[in-house]
């Protein structure tokens, strides 16, 4: 059993109650002592005092007796005042010495005085409340007859006799006063050494007890107190040492700051780890730190980390980079909880730094390997599709000359065009994935969108499976490019079909919902935004949940062989989130599939098309000149040739020098067709730009492939004319020249 030592407290409160009795006992025998000593004290003086009160009594007897029969009366009543009064205080004292009342006693002696030296010719007077002594010894027989004498009951030779018949007695009742005053000194004495005795056992007890009950306890619990402090601080060492050797051998710093964020404490640090040191930390914030920039475009937010410090709630896991000497990038993650002491006061952070430098090196390795991954992937489905493209058209191509009627030749041709049609469409869904295909976002009526579309959908999907089209009730508007959405429309439903195969059913419906954008799209403002969501429910197998994540991948598909590209999907993601909105995928096996496609809601009216008469397409630009610029030697022929046909005078450049060098023959044109990204110095922008310098009311078309990379890369909204996007065909090329010479007519006041 483990011994537990008393503690200094306990030890000195027991004592301190067992002292306080023993000084409480002691106090009392002293004042005992004390009032027995004063008691016998008084017996001692009151014992003398009844000597010398017979004397006086005895006296006056005599006095009495002596002028008896003389004319002296006055002196007799004076006498016999005196004697009455000594008997009264004779017999005072003999009641005060029985007792023992102190009181009593100290009254007796108090009164003798006027007794004992009377004044001469001033009688007493005379007690009324006299009780005489009883019994039968001398001195209650001497003070009765004296007290007779006193008060007139005895005179003439009766005075004589009774002096005369006390004299003996009185004699002797004076050795026994005198022997009686001895006894009392000696039994006083007796009874004070004894009181002193005791008196000073209980002083004795009373130093054993402060020396037994406290100071002993009182030492030992202090000694054990000792012990336990010097067992606790040999557990606070090692604790602190096991803390210091943790810290030191751990990737982790440790540190606390102060109530404004300063740093204040920093552990030691590993030495196999490069972590900050204390030089260049204590006493600074953490945004203060050398190399930290709070303008980084690292994805840190500052200042969302002073609101958590500043509201005292724990940090989790913020991340943010250090600009190291020689242009080195270091990162770091930091995790803290807010400290505050006994009466809930703040007192600063305690947390940890942890340099994650190569744990991000890793992940952005990981990330491009995975991009690595895709873009072989996607590659070798594009070279797949591209070279049954091309395997169409070369193939076409050749048997052209060959053919021996015109029926062939026309069917060779019309390969060729589906070929390159089929081409457009792969780079558009490719385009679209990457969210820069080109868009001309217009205000759709959903409703008489999805009206239009039904037709199409069930001759589409064929007779056998089931589309039903739940119309809105009144006009729902959304923001979209028509031709893509067309195509999200038909993959979606071709998608379904699939899934559900011949038999299956399709619905199709549309809601107005006020969602937030889901994480990774929202962007500073994230509150909700109104999106107008179109539902495709089948009634299929679902998608199984180990590929549901890879659906929107592109090239990729669960169909045999030749049966799906595996871009549908992916060119619906793509155009989704690139037109402002989302798409959403409920699945589970067994219970069919539902795929949301959000889409901004627009407040507009739906935007009418231009009408265009496609039957006098060489009217379009006659009596006009053109300017062409494209570097592709092929298809800046091809186009000269459409241009030529809609009836324009083409002049063609090869890059940007050749059009500014036109320009500056000062030359005019009427129109420009102008490729944005052209090989030197200079590109079709600036084409565009020196231009409309020189004649403003010029009408300008872009045309162009991709939109263009880094500094290349051109917001549509920017340019000073359309775009056209590659390959186009006539129609689509004569439709945008209409488009842009209408808008030179009503800019000039001369179109509608």
């Not at 949940?545 to 991948?553: M, N, V």
């Amino acid at each position: 059993m483990r011994h537990r030592t008393a503690s200094p407290r306990k030890a000195y409160t027991l004592g301190l109650a067992l002292i306080v009795v023993l000084s409480t006992l002691q106090f009392a025998g002293s004042r005992f002592v004390t009032n027995q000593q004063a008691v016998s004290a008084i017996e001692i003086n009151l014992s003398g005092r009844q000597r010398m009160l017979s004397q006086r009594i005895g006296w006056t007897l005599y006095r009495v007796s002596e002028i008896r029969g003389q004319n002296r009366v006055n002196e007799r009543g004076y006498y016999k005042s005196i004697l009455a009064a000594c008997v009264h205080l004779m017999e005072s004292s003999q009641r005060a010495l029985a007792t023992r009342d102190l009181t009593m006693m100290q009254d007796v002696l108090a009164a003798g005085g006027p007794c004992m030296r009377p004044d001469d010719h001033v009688p007493l007077q005379v007690p009324a409340d006299r009780a005489a002594l009883t019994g039968t010894t001398v001195l209650a027989e001497f003070t009765k007859e004296a007290w007779r004498v006193a008060v007139g009951e005895a005179e003439g030779d009766a005075v004589g006799e009774i002096a005369r018949r006390f004299e003996e007695p009185l004699v002797s009742l004076l050795d026994q006063l005198d022997q009686a005053t001895l006894e009392a000194q000696e039994l006083s004495t007796e009874r004070i050494e004894l009181l002193l005795s005791l008196n000073w056992l209980l002083i004795l007890a009373l130093i054993v007890g402060e020396v037994f009950l406290i100071f002993r306890p009182m030492a030992k619990a202090v000694e054990g107190s000792i012990e336990d402090l010097k067992k606790s601080n040999e557990r606070l060492t090692q604790s602190e040492g096991r803390l210091q050797d943790f810290a030191a051998t751990a990737a982790h710093q440790l540190w606390e700051t102060d109530t404004s964020f300063r740093f204040s404490y920093l552990a030691a640090a590993n030495p196999h780890t490069r972590l900050v040191k204390a030089s260049e930390t204590i006493g600074r914030r953490l945004w203060e730190l050398e190399g930290v920039r709070e303008d980084a475009e690292d994805g840190s937010d500052w200042e969302a980390l002073r609101e958590t410090m500043n509201a005292f709630r724990p940090i989790q896991s913020f991340e943010y980079s250090r600009a190291e000497p020689g242009a080195r990038l270091s990162w770091w993650r930091i995790s803290a909880q807010p400290v505050f002491s006994a009466n809930g006061a703040f007192i600063g952070y305690r947390g940890t730094s942890l340099e994650i430098t190569n744990e991000r090196e890793a992940e952005e390795r990981l990330r491009l390997s995975e991009r690595m991954m895709a873009v072989g992937q996607l590659t070798a489905g594009i070279a797949h599709d591209f070279n049954n493209i091309l395997a169409v058209i070369r193939g076409n191509a050749e048997l052209l000359p060959m053919a021996e009627t015109q029926d062939s030749q026309d069917r060779s041709i019309e390969d060729i065009v589906a070929a390159v049609r089929r081409g457009a469409e792969l780079t558009s869904h490719l385009l679209s994935f990457g969210r820069v295909q080109r868009l001309s976002p217009e205000t759709i009526d959903i409703g008489e969108f999805l009206d239009r579309q039904s037709t199409l959908l069930q001759r589409t999907l064929g007779e056998d499976f089931r589309v039903d089209v739940d119309l809105p009730d009144r006009p729902v508007r959304v923001l979209a490019d028509p031709h893509q959405l067309e195509d999200a429309v038909l993959n979606l439903a071709i998608n379904a079909r699939d899934a559900a195969g011949s038999g299956g059913g399709l619905s199709i419906n549309t809601s107005v919902q006020r969602v937030a954008l889901p994480t990774g799209l929202a962007g500073p403002d994230s509150r909700a935004v109104e999106f107008v969501t179109i539902s495709f429910q089948d009634n299929g197998p679902g998608i199984p949940s180990e590929i549901q994540e890879r659906i929107f991948e592109p090239f990729f598909t669960t169909k045999s062989t030749g049966e799906g590209s595996g871009l549908g999907l992916s060119m619906v993601y793509g155009f989704a989130h690139q037109s402002g909105g989302f798409i959403e995928v409920d699945s589970t096996s067994g219970t069919g599939t539902k795929i949301d496609l959000h889409l901004p809601r627009s407040s507009q009216n739906p935007t009418s098309k231009p009408s265009i008469d496609m039957e006098k397409l060489e009217e379009i630009g006659a009596g006009m000149t053109a300017l062409l610029v494209e570097d592709n030697p092929a298809l800046r022929e091809v186009t000269k040739r459409q241009l030529e046909l809609l009836g324009f005078d083409v002049t063609d450049g090869e890059d940007g020098g050749a059009a500014i060098a036109a320009l500056d023959e000062s030359r005019s044109f009427d129109f420009f067709l102008l490729d944005i990204v052209l090989p030197g110095d200079i590109d079709g922008v600036y084409v565009a730009n020196v231009a409309l310098e020189k004649q403003p009311d010029a009408s300008i078309l872009f045309c162009t492939g991709f939109p263009g990379t880094g500094n290349n890369l051109v917001r549509q909204e920017a340019l000073p004319g359309a775009v056209l996007a590659k390959p186009f065909s006539i129609d689509q090329i004569s439709e945008e020249i209409q488009k842009t010479l209408g808008h030179r007519k009503s800019k000039n006041g001369v179109g509608c």
